[in-house]
């Protein structure tokens, strides 16, 4: 039953990767790089340090029939790549719109790895959404530069909670239409 909710998610082709839904056993490699205290505090909600549990909750959500965020794995073996090198979600919010989430392993860091795949699931815009939303913490330019590359335009600033820093972090929000 998990797996038909789950596998309501395409499979996005992207440039240097494909995006697929999380499967069971990306959850070693989710723990490797989310417990990684760089990526946790460039995150809203991972934790640091990991505490035990928290990648198998993680996928749980993921494959909950009522789930309001779609989470796809950076999966790039099919061009020499390794299987997991980051996570792109979709959390969905009302009026047909979406905040997009993402974040890339260390090891992929300045590659272009994010810049290639956004676009695609952009293009394939999977919700069927008018609207897609993102933030980004003001200390990271890197991501903010990804968004604006792919055509998101910035609406201001404002403040969010990182649980990884247990305090609220200056974002920079933007939005990119989608749709007329």
Same mark, same amino acid.
Request: with cysteine; hydrophobic share 40%.
């Given at each position: ?5 789950? /596998? ?8 240097? @990767?494909?995006?697929? +839904?999380? $499967? ?18 460039? !995150? &809203? ?15 749980? &959500? /993921?494959?909950?029939?009522? &789930? ?29 719109? !979406? ?17 290639? !795949?956004?676009?695609?699931?952009? $293009? /394939?815009? +999977? ?6 939303? /993102? ?5 990271? #330019?890197?991501?903010?530069? %990804?968004?604006?590359? @792919? ?11 990182? %649980? ?5 972090? #200056? ?5 990119? &239409?989608?749709?007329?």
């Amino acid at each position: 039953m998990k797996m038909e909710a789950i /596998a309501q998610q395409q499979v996005i082709e992207a440039e240097r @990767c494909v995006l697929r +839904p999380l $499967a069971y056993s990306d959850k070693g490699m989710i723990e490797m790089y989310s417990g990684d205290e760089r990526v946790a505090r460039m !995150t &809203r909600s991972v934790p640091h340090p990991m505490p035990p549990g928290a990648a198998d909750a993680y996928i749980e &959500r /993921a494959f909950a029939q009522d &789930r309001v965020e779609d989470i796809w794995v950076m999966d790039g073996t099919s061009s020499g790549g390794a299987e997991v090198m980051g996570i792109v979600s979709l959390q969905r919010m009302d009026r047909n719109q !979406t905040e997009i989430r993402y974040w890339v392993a260390p090891a992929y860091w300045n590659t272009g790895l994010a810049s290639s !795949t956004i676009p695609a699931l952009l $293009a /394939a815009n +999977p919700n069927e959404n008018e609207t897609i939303f /993102a933030e980004v913490f003001q200390d990271n #330019p890197a991501s903010a530069r %990804v968004l604006t590359n @792919c055509g998101f335009q910035y609406l201001g600033d404002a403040e969010t909670f990182s %649980v990884a820093r247990n305090a609220n972090v #200056p974002t920079w929000t933007y939005s990119k &239409r989608l749709k007329s």
